[in-house]
């Protein structure tokens, strides 16, 4: 689809699964994760947390197959694995040739559920860190998607109010975060990209 973004002085881009097409490289990693400490994996579900922090996301896990998993070390194994994978996964052309058009024109920003750390290496080994106005990770928020904190926080460090931005997602999670911040979305799916504007009438704002 044809995006009219002329409305919009600054993008906000999720990393995983958005800009990056890192999630079959999350869900190895998951897998192996499942397999090491014997837990359920439906991967399907894990993609829908795709945003949510992987210690988070443990916390999902327990609480779906009522397990007592230590959320820290089953995250940091997760981490550890994902890290240790030579193929993390391409930039996503849809998402990154607005991104590559938009460059200079409008303010840009990843919000992201990935530590920052991770995130930093992954966005540098694709050349796209150096070209950012803003980054905010998981390490930089105290409430993670789908609370709206993460997209906040990027609209205040681009010095733009979340009616002046739009949000590219490929979760519904992170659709939520977005509408409950007050920005409209951009949902990135299998069928290409599908607007979705907030209900401002209705939006959260903090």
């Known amino acids: 689809m044809t995006l009219n973004l002329s409305q919009y002085d600054g993008l906000i881009f999720d990393m995983d699964g958005t800009l990056i097409d890192t999630m079959p490289a999350h869900l190895q990693a998951w897998q192996a994760t499942a397999d090491h400490f014997n ?7 894990l993609h829908s ?6 210690f988070k996301i443990v916390s999902e896990i ?3 197959f009522d397990l007592d998993l230590n959320a820290q070390q089953v995250a940091d194994h997760k981490m550890h694995t994902f890290a240790q994978l030579a193929d993390k996964g391409g930039l996503i052309s849809a998402t990154y040739d607005i991104f590559c058009a938009q460059l200079g024109k409008k303010k840009i920003a990843i919000g992201t559920g990935s530590q920052r750390g991770s995130a930093e290496n992954l966005l540098a080994q694709v050349k796209v860190l150096d070209k950012l106005d803003a980054l905010v990770t998981a390490t930089d928020v105290e409430h993670h998607k789908p609370h709206p904190e993460t997209f906040l926080r990027a609209c205040q460090l681009l010095e733009l109010t979340p009616k002046q931005c739009v949000v590219f997602e490929d979760t519904e999670l992170g659709m939520q975060a977005a509408h409950a911040g007050g920005m409209d979305c951009v949902l990135v799916t299998a069928a290409g990209l599908v607007f979705h504007p907030v209900n401002r009438v209705l939006t959260v704002t903090a």
């Open 39 to 45: 837990f359920p994996f439906d991967g399907q579900w």
């Open 49 to 54: 947390m795709g945003g949510m922090p992987s």
């Open 62 to 64: 327990n609480r779906r």
